[in-house]
């Protein structure tokens, strides 16, 4: 036993045991992975399309030397692509699994994206979804801003004073010299329902749908304050023509072709699989806390 010891603690010996180890692992390796071609050809297609990203990029061709450079370094990638999947480095590997789902994804987009829709289809889908396309409605008006907290109780008294002065000058008024500082301004040209609500809040904005255009009028609540408005135009709402918005109308009828073809392609491969779901463990300590809280309400 002692001899033994003493050879099996000899260098040259334990090399060749660590070789003979690697040996058997390489091999097992090599039986469990996939066969794969020992023969790289770079296509005349490969060519152009290392020509053209690399004219993209750099907007203009490459030297026959960078050109080289490129099918030198795609041949390199190939091999080292070859190598990592035949080993099977490209398994339980998160980002790649996360790629080559991206990339089956977008050959089914790519074919929904190719389709052209028709003017009836277009129409359809405008048809379908009135609420995305809808003009909404427009208003054009001059206000003076009355400030509550410089006006105090005297801001009613000032407000009926303020807008009878304004009646008298009608659309002659000098805005601007009226009233209390407004950030916002005192002319809004054509300004949408949903910006009206936004500036000056839903109070407001329902307000200017009870007026009549031509006259000064208010005072109506803001979340600022007091304002007295002259509506000079109020253009209603309403569902626009086809031509008004036929790229909106496309650019929508297309994302749902591809949302569409991403759920048709999932349905037909799953028709190939089994799918079972098993029941997760519990976290540790779950049952303990589970246990706990039916402890507590029982008491």
């Known amino acids: 036993m002692p001899a033994l010891k003493r050879i099996l603690r000899e260098p040259l010996l334990q090399f060749l045991l660590l070789g003979g180890a690697i040996f058997a692992v390489s091999g097992l390796l090599s039986n469990q992975a996939p066969a794969r071609s020992s023969t790289i050809v770079v296509t005349q297609?490969?060519?152009?399309?290392?020509?053209?990203?690399?004219?993209?990029t750099w907007q203009r061709p490459p030297t026959?030397?960078?050109?080289?450079?490129?099918?030198?370094?795609?041949?390199?990638?190939?091999?080292?692509?070859?190598?990592?999947?035949?080993?099977?480095?490209?398994?339980?590997?998160?980002?790649?699994?996360?790629?080559?789902?991206?990339?089956?994804?977008?050959?089914?987009e790519d074919i929904a994206a190719r389709a052209e829709p028709s003017d009836d289809q277009l129409r359809a889908w405008l048809t379908a979804h009135p609420g995305d396309f809808r003009?909404?409605?427009?208003?054009?008006?001059?206000?003076?801003y009355l400030d509550p907290g410089r006006r105090g109780a005297n801001l009613a008294r000032e407000a009926a004073l303020l807008l009878a002065r304004l009646k008298r000058e009608g659309s002659r008024a000098d805005v601007a010299a009226e009233g209390d500082p407004f950030l916002l301004g005192h002319q809004f040209e054509a300004l949408p329902a949903r910006d009206v609500k936004s500036q000056f809040g839903g109070n407001f904005a329902a307000?200017?749908?009870?007026?009549?255009?031509?006259?000064?009028?208010?005072?109506?609540?803001?979340?600022?304050?007091?304002?007295?408005?002259?509506?000079?135009?109020?253009?209603?709402?309403?569902?626009?023509?086809?031509?008004?918005?036929r790229d909106a109308v496309r650019?929508?009828?297309?994302?749902?072709?591809?949302?569409?073809?991403?759920?048709?392609?999932?349905?037909?491969?799953?028709?190939?699989?089994?799918?079972?779901?098993e029941k997760p463990r519990p976290a540790a300590g779950a049952d303990t806390a589970a246990e706990e809280r039916r402890g507590e309400r029982r008491r």
């Not at 003009?135 to 003076?144: A, D, G, H, K, L």
Request: glycine share 6%; net charge negative; charged share 30%.
């Open 45 to 56: 297609g490969r060519i152009e399309s290392l020509t053209a990203a690399f004219s993209l």
């Open 64 to 108: 026959p030397e960078e050109l080289q450079g490129l099918i030198r370094d795609y041949v390199r990638e190939e091999a080292a692509v070859r190598e990592a999947v035949a080993l099977g480095l490209d398994r339980d590997d998160v980002i790649i699994r996360r790629r080559l789902r991206q990339k089956l994804e977008f050959v089914s």
């Open 135 to 144: 003009i909404e409605p427009n208003y054009t008006f001059s206000q003076v």
């Open 207 to 245: 307000a200017l749908d009870t007026l009549r255009p031509g006259r000064w009028q208010g005072p109506i609540e803001s979340s600022y304050g007091l304002h007295l408005v002259h509506l000079h135009e109020r253009v209603e709402g309403r569902m626009p023509a086809l031509s008004e918005v």
């Open 251 to 277: 650019r929508e009828w297309s994302n749902a072709q591809r949302v569409e073809a991403n759920e048709a392609l999932y349905r037909k491969l799953l028709e190939r699989y089994s799918v079972t779901i």
